[in-house]
Structure formats: structure tokens, C-alpha cells
């Protein structure tokens, strides 16, 4: 591998240099195929695993094509620095939420469009630790993953140059470095350092996938707070900015607004042989020799489903009813804090300072795994939606939004096990194509729900030796993963350590669903790195080319 990031991913340098920040030139002249084509791969999804895959495989000389059900965002005329007018990057399309604890679901979970959930991500990129990929073995919860922390390391290392990554030498899990130095703190991220000094917690400056400088012909962060708004600027990374211009560059293509409904498989061979997809309101159906699914962990179960067929009469690769199963969310409870001095959090990226002092399970206690610590900066809108939530209204509302630069926010993420009950099945109301839409159902376990009382009153504990004179929490959830994960055997997953399907010999699932667990890291990293193997493994047994 080479050691010069740019002769391995020359995404950085392909966008213009002209103060604009789209590389039109790229897309007019991009490499269509036809539906017709037998191309070697066609990708579902374009966001934080099918881009790694896309500019992987381009790269090696594949025929590839990455399908995404959303647009081609432009960042210069579709994005805007403002909370209200950002809703548009949201999958809003229907779906049904059930369980004891149902996840809301829209804003905070998954996106649309090309870079996927990562165009309005916070941009925390942390490695997971190597005890994730052991938890049932080292804990007796959860699962073990059909690879090793080892495996993925390498990967881990390249990914977070290409984004790339700041922050602080890492002292957690396996401790490492990262390419860019951190950046400088806001008010936000000096009250949390502050506060856990105090308490004796150890909390570093990172890891945010914003380069600290220029990087390329990346313009500098300048620090008002946005990203999860799609950085105008294009100073975090998303996949549009860190992997589809190279994926372009290289004979990749990319798709937008095609909706793929069905994955086809050859009923007499067992192999898929393509997908179908609605663009401009034709039905279409593009020919390859392997499939990829990567549209997230609740559309690649609900892909999967839809796709029954005589041969997969309960959904495609559903022969021991694993598809949809084992989906996890994280418990991600914010606190706030009141400070006298003005603390002004929305003046930073809200990605700033993190903790994993709590992310190990800690025998002292009555529940297993544990949690991390962020620095969050809700903007206007969601600080109403968390003052509302404490049941503040007309006039105390208004004076907590009046308030509201006098605020600090922390964000904690808990690793809620994956249970079998926790999953997407199909429900029966349908889409404006017709498909049944997903039915994603959640239950807490008793150790969830402790973990989430554990990091609440760890985040108050720490506002209040930073000084803080009142907190406020709201209950939470983020980051979905599972829902086909990859296992030792076809009895307990879906896919193997590659990421291949143990029932379709070319089909691939290379998104956040194959993730096993998740422990208390922000995952995006981890499901490119996961990707970015799954693409070397492809390459290396391709020899020559794809079967
Ligand atoms: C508000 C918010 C903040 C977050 N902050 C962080 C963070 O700080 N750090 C972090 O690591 N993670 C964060 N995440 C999570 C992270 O963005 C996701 O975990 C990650 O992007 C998931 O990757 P994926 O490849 O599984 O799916 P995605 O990146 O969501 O990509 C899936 C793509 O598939 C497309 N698609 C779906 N179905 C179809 C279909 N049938 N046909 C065609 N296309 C389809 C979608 O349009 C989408 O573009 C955040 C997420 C949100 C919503
Ligand atoms: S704070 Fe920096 S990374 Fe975030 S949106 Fe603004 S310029 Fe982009």
C-alpha cells in the first residue's frame, strides 16, 4: 500500500480549487453504462460503505456502479448553513416503529442521496476497540465477530488518512495516533475538559474526520458549527467529498435518484444476476455479476425481503431467519448544563471532545460494556426540541431559547446488546412504489437501560464540577447498525468475515447491517474500514477478474 495518501485516493485534490466545490467537469464526463451492460459489480447505496466500495473497486479496473435512491448533492446550490432549511438530506420515506422502546426515526438516523448518512453526520470517527469484536467471549453478552480487531487494523489506519482524521494520540483500546493534530477547543469542548479534570476522567480533543488545515484543495474547518447541516464548506469529509470523486476518477460510476426494489437471483444457478431500480419513473433492471447491498441497517434488511422468490420464499439470503435481526441502536442521552459565563457551543464544530473512560465493562458494576462521552452542540432548533422535552413550554421555553448561549451539552452513547427481537421485518403499508415499507421494532434489555442511567450521571457529575448551576437530560438514540450481520455460519448471520452472503455466492453486504455489535463508538469509521477490506478480499480473489 502506498505510503502517499494522494496515489491512493486522489479525492481531495479533484475537487476544484476555484472557491466552488463540486467537480462538475467529473460528473458530466463520468463513464455511464448501459442497463444492458453485464458490468462486474452494481453497488446498492452510495453512502459510508458502497462509496468505499465503489472507489475501491474503480481503482483495481472493475465495471462498476453505485445506484442511490437520492440526488448527487451539490454542495454550492443544494446545502445551506441553516437548521430549518436541511431537512431535504433526511430518508423521510415511510416507516413503521414498534416494541417497547420504539425508535423515533427521520432525522437522526439515516440519509439520502450520495455520501449516504455521512453528508450530515457530526464527523466523530473513532476506531472501535478490541474487545468489541469479542464481547461474548470477554463478557458473556452479545457476540463475536468472524474477525479480529487485527484484521481491520490496517484498514482503520488508511481510512482515517484518506478523510482523514484529528485528534489527540488515542490512549483507549488499541492506543494509536491520528494524521492531523487536534484542533482548537470552543466554549463547549473547554467546559467538558474542565469538568472531567475535576473528576479525574481522562477526555481527549477528537477524533473528527475535519482536517486540521488544508487538505488538498479542502478548504480550512471555520468553526460555526454546521456539519450536521451537509458542510457547505467541505471541510468535514463525507464520501462525496473523500470518495466519490476518486471512485469518478478512476471509470466508476455513480447513479443518483434510483430507487433499486428488488435484488434478482438466477433461480436456476442461485446466483443474483442484477437489480431492479426505478429512475424518472421507469422501471429498469441493471445486468452485473455480483451484487453489493449497501443501503443501510434498516433499507438493505428491508432490500433483502422484498426479494423473495420461489427459491427464497422468506426473503432473499433468509433461510434461518437472520435478515433484519440483531439491529442495534445506541442509547444516546444528552445533558446540558448552565453556565454564568457565555459558553456560546454553536461557535465549534459539534464534534470536539471525547471520552472512552467508560466504554469497557467494569466488573465493579451490575451491567456489562459501557458508554462514551461527547461533546454535542445542539443548534436553535434542536435545543428547543430538548428544553421541550422537559416539558417547558410558552413562556419558560422562550427564556431557555433566550438563554441559550449560556448552555454546554454532552452526549453520551451506550452499547445496547443485540437481541434477536430487535429487528425490521415488512410491514403492510406500502411506499409511493409500491414496496412494503419497513416494520422496525426495539426493546430495551435491563442492561441497556442501566447503562443509560450510568452515563447520565456521569455527564451531570461533570457539568456540575465544571460549575454548571442547573442540568437538564433528554432521552435519546442514535446510530443504527445490524440487521444482516455477519457470523461464523449461516445459522447466526448473514454474511461471513468478508462479507459475503452465505446464501448467494455473489452477493455482498457491505453497510453498517453486517456489524455484529457496536460498542459506544460513533460507527461510521468502522463500516468503512469493514468495507474497504471486503473490497481488497474481492480484489485479491478476483485475480484477474471478478467471478
Ligand atoms: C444526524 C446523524 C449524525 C451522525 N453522526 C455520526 C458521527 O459523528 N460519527 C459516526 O461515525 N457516525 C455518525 N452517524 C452515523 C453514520 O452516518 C452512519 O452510521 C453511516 O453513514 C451508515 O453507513 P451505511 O453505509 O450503513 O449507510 P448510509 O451512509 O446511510 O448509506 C446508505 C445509502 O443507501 C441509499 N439507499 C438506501 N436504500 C436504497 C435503495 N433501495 N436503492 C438505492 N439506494 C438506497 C441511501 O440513499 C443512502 O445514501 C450519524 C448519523 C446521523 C443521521
Ligand atoms: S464547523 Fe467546520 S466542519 Fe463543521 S460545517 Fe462548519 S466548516 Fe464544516
Avoid at 106 to 113: L, M, P
Avoid at 164 to 182: I, L
Avoid at 418 to 431: F, K, M, S, V, Y
Wanted: hydrophobic residues 35%; glycine residues 10%.
Amino acid at each position: 500500500m502506498s505510503t502517499d495518501v494522494r496515489d491512493r485516493n486522489g479525492s481531495a485534490w479533484l475537487i476544484p480549487n476555484d472557491g466552488t466545490r463540486t467537480n462538475h467537469r467529473l460528473r458530466r464526463d463520468m463513464r455511464r453504462f448501459d442497463d444492458t451492460d453485464e458490468i462486474d459489480l452494481v453497488i446498492v447505496g452510495c453512502g459510508a460503505g458502497g462509496s468505499v466500495l465503489l472507489q475501491r473497486l474503480a481503482r483495481a479496473g472493475w465495471r462498476v456502479a453505485a445506484l442511490d435512491a437520492g440526488p448527487f448533492w451539490d454542495p454550492d446550490t443544494d446545502w445551506f448553513s441553516d437548521e430549518a432549511a436541511s431537512h431535504h438530506l433526511y430518508w423521510t420515506e415511510p416507516r413503521v416503529i414498534t416494541g417497547t422502546d420504539p425508535v423515533p426515526l427521520g432525522s437522526n438516523n439515516s440519509g439520502r442521496g450520495v455520501g449516504g448518512s455521512m453528508v450530515h453526520y457530526a464527523g466523530y470517527t473513532p476506531r472501535f476497540h478490541p474487545s468489541d469484536f469479542a464481547t461474548f467471549s470477554q463478557d458473556g453478552v452479545g457476540a463475536d465477530w468472524p474477525l479480529s480487531y487485527g484484521d481491520l487494523r490496517p484498514y482503520y489506519t488508511a481510512i482515517e488518512e484518506e478523510l482523514p482524521v484529528a485528534g489527540e494520540h488515542w490512549p483507549w483500546g488499541d492506543p494509536h495516533g491520528y494524521p492531523h493534530r487536534p484542533h482548537p477547543v470552543g466554549g463547549n469542548g473547554e467546559v467538558f475538559l474542565r469538568g472531567a479534570r475535576k473528576l479525574g476522567i481522562t477526555a481527549k480533543v477528537g477524533p473528527v474526520a475535519i482536517p486540521n488545515g488544508r487538505f488538498g484543495n479542502r478548504p480550512h474547518c471555520i468553526y460555526r458549527g454546521f456539519c450536521l447541516q451537509g458542510c457547505k464548506v467541505n471541510a468535514k469529509a463525507s464520501p462525496l467529498i473523500s470518495h466519490i470523486p476518486d471512485a469518478l476518477a478512476h471509470g466508476g460510476e455513480v447513479r443518483a435518484d434510483a430507487m433499486v426494489t428488488r435484488v434478482a437471483v438466477d433461480e436456476r444457478t442461485g446466483r443474483a444476476t442484477g437489480v431492479h431500480y426505478v429512475r424518472g419513473g421507469r422501471e429498469r433492471f441493471q445486468r452485473a455479476r455480483m451484487v453489493a447491498v449497501a443501503g443501510y441497517s434498516i433499507e438493505t434488511p428491508r432490500l433483502l425481503l422484498n426479494s423473495s422468490s420461489s427459491r427464497f420464499p422468506d426473503g432473499l439470503c433468509n433461510d434461518f431467519d437472520q435478515v433484519g435481526r440483531y439491529l442495534m441502536v445506541q442509547g444516546a442521552p444528552q445533558t446540558a448544563g448552565r453556565f454564568d459565563d457565555e459558553v456560546r457551543m454553536y461557535k465549534a464544530p459539534p464534534p470536539e471532545v471525547s471520552s472512552e473512560h467508560f466504554y469497557e465493562t467494569d466488573r465493579a458494576q451490575p451491567y456489562r460494556r459501557g458508554f462514551s462521552i461527547q461533546n454535542v452542540s445542539p443548534l436553535p432548533i434542536t435545543w428547543a426540541e430538548h428544553v421541550a422535552a422537559q416539558g417547558h413550554w410558552g413562556r419558560a421555553l422562550r427564556d431557555y431559547m433566550t438563554d441559550y448561549v449560556h448552555w454546554c451539552c454532552l452526549g453520551a452513547l451506550c452499547e445496547f446488546l443485540p437481541q434477536a427481537g430487535n429487528r425490521i421485518t415488512l410491514d403492510e403499508e406500502t411506499d409511493r412504489h409500491g414496496l412494503p415499507v419497513a416494520r422496525f421494532s426495539y426493546s430495551q434489555c435491563d442492561n441497556d437501560t442501566q447503562l443509560l442511567h450510568a452515563a447520565q450521571r456521569v455527564m451531570e457529575d461533570i457539568l456540575h464540577a465544571a460549575g454548571a448551576d442547573e442540568v437538564i437530560t433528554i432521552q435519546r438514540f442514535a446510530h443504527l447498525v445490524g440487521g444482516a450481520r455477519m457470523a461464523a455460519d449461516e445459522r447466526h448471520g448473514v454474511v461471513d468475515g468478508t462479507c459475503r452472503s452465505f446464501a448467494v455466492p455473489n452477493l455482498y453486504i457491505t453497510d453498517g447491517s453486517v456489524l455484529p455489535t457496536q460498542g459506544s463508538a460513533n460507527p461510521a469509521l468502522t463500516i468503512m474500514a469493514v468495507a474497504a477490506r471486503a473490497a481488497g478480499l474481492l480484489q485479491a480473489g478476483a485475480r484477474g477478474g471478478p467471478s
